[in-house]
């Protein structure tokens, strides 16, 4: 959370005060803002202190610092939480199996996850590279969700990889 100053902390000459309940009240004094809020019985609390004047508002600052606690409380649960997704297929995948598998990998994109596709090769299947290279690009054709290649296809031993992100 971002220091916040009140009362005496405030720099600025003059400033536009609102009151506690949104009214603005106009601009004035530094010294005039603080004594209107020392008689309401308030503090002066720095809202906006990028404006010109900065904005100012009569407030209690122990609420004001409970309104923006909740606020970044309310910003955080509602933030998606992006989860990287893996699908795995092999080189003896179906041709029913692989569009069961992109249609999944579809759904992920669509629900805004990202997806890493491998492909593992096993024993001799190994010495065939090229091959499972091209039975991963062939998997990439079938997805239906529009997407961007995050990570491009790579070969790390005997596993070929792809991630893939949604469009925004």
């Known amino acids: 959370m971002q220091k916040t100053r ?8 003059t400033v536009r005060v609102i009151s506690d309940d949104g009214k603005q009240i106009g601009v004035m004094r530094l010294s005039e803002a603080l004594t209107l809020a020392n ?12 404006a010109n004047p900065p904005v100012c508002k009569l407030i209690d600052f122990a609420k004001f610092r409970y309104q923006q606690k909740k ?26 199996d692989m569009q069961i598998k992109a249609g999944k990998v579809s759904e992920f994109l669509t629900d805004g996850d990202v997806v890493k596709i491998e492909l593992r090769m096993r024993g001799r299947e190994q010495a065939f590279g090229d091959l499972g290279r091209k ?33 925004k």
Do not use: C, Y
Request: hydrophobic residues 40%.
């Open 6 to 13: 009140v009362n005496h902390q405030i720099k600025a000459g």
């Open 39 to 50: 008689e309401q019985g308030m503090d002066l609390v720095e809202v906006s202190p990028l």
């Open 71 to 96: 606020l970044e409380q309310q910003q955080k649960k509602n933030a998606k939480k992006v989860e990287l997704k893996t699908i795995w297929i092999s080189m003896r995948i179906s041709e029913h």
């Open 135 to 167: 039975q991963l690009e062939l998997f990439m054709t079938k997805l239906a969700a529009p997407h961007r290649i995050e990570v491009p296809l790579k070969r790390m031993g005997g596993t070929w990889s792809i991630t893939v992100a949604p469009n």
